[in-house]
């Protein structure tokens, strides 16, 4: 059944850690929206659809207006209504991190919604993109949700298996480790992520239950399937979303689950934080709740649990043989 769950009792679990979040997230979005507003301020009387790529486009008008700095105009144009101040930075963590997300805004946006959208090959781009994933807010949710969604059994089961899909550079590897005792595969298709990974579990002495494979989420296969399989905000990096699914659902046996934790776009969920995803190449935008739940039921897969928070938490079980 889904839940509601507000971020207020989500919060709870851990509250001074959740104050100091909502701090950064609070200073850090202050100041990612002045700086879209001032690179957008003169092209904004362009309505959305005549951008090359117009879902894009759509999407971050729309973000002006959740933030109630603009209103629609009858031809899909904007209209500014108040102007933004920036934010008084108080946490190092923003002021380590912000430099990089307003000069990203600030160079790549207008490049993006012309249909010029560079992907990150390089490792200057790839270490900007780990930085991005590597902060206390993202990791803690990543963790809690991590903990909200996975089985206490599993957890505590060292002869278990579960597949990080799409590790990225490990961050998501290492927060599996940490809660359970299972053996992890992390499965990224960059040789230079799993680098990363293997370096994270050494440094917390966790080698010993990290097996890498370098792979897609639509065509990687294990040698044995695994208990569970984990994608962490995947669905936006992969080229073909729903073979994805139903490729890791395949790697995981018969009876075992697979957890998905998934930002999505809709009226209810439009924020400023989806935008340097997809400016530093993400090939799409998140997908909306709608379609996530409707990728996951085409693969036949039964939803046990979800809740729903700016992002989406699902665990569906894989159908057992003979289903």
Partial sequence: MREKLSLLKFALRS????????????????????????????????????????????????????????????????????????????????????PAVTRLIEKRLIDALEGRRKYFTDKEQLLLYARFLDN?????????????????????????VIADVGAGTGLSTLALLELTRA???AVD???????????????????????VLKGYAEDFKLEKPADTAVMINVLNWCNSPQPAIRNVAANV???????????????KSVWVGIIPSYLLGSPRLPPTRSELYQMIKEE?????????????LVLAKVPAQGA
């Fill in 300 to 312: 036949g897969l039964k939803v046990e649990k979800s809740y729903s928070l700016p992002w989406e």
């Fill in 15 to 98: 509250p001074g850690t959740a104050l100091k979040i909502a701090k950064a997230a609070y200073e850090a979005r202050g100041a990612a929206l002045v700086k879209l507003v001032e690179v957008l301020e003169p092209e904004v009387s362009k309505p959305w659809y005549s951008w090359t790529d117009d879902e894009f486009a759509h999407y971050v008008y729309s973000v002006l207006v959740w933030e109630k700095v603009a209103k629609w105009r009858d031809d899909g144009s904007l209209r500014l209504v108040r102007r933004t101040k920036p934010p008084r930075i108080r946490l190092p963590e923003v002021a380590d991190l912000l």
């Fill in 253 to 267: 046996k018969p009876g075992g689950r697979l957890a998905i934790l998934q930002a999505v776009r809709d009226e």
């Fill in 189 to 211: 298709p960059l040789e230079e992520n799993l680098e990363f990974v293997k370096d994270y579990a050494g440094m917390k002495r966790l080698a010993h239950r990290v097996r």
């Fill in 136 to 160: 206390l807010g993202y990791n803690w949710a990543r963790r809690g949700a991590l903990s909200l969604l996975l089985p206490r059994d599993l957890r505590r089961r060292e002869d278990a």
């Fill in 183 to 185: 053996t992890v595969i």
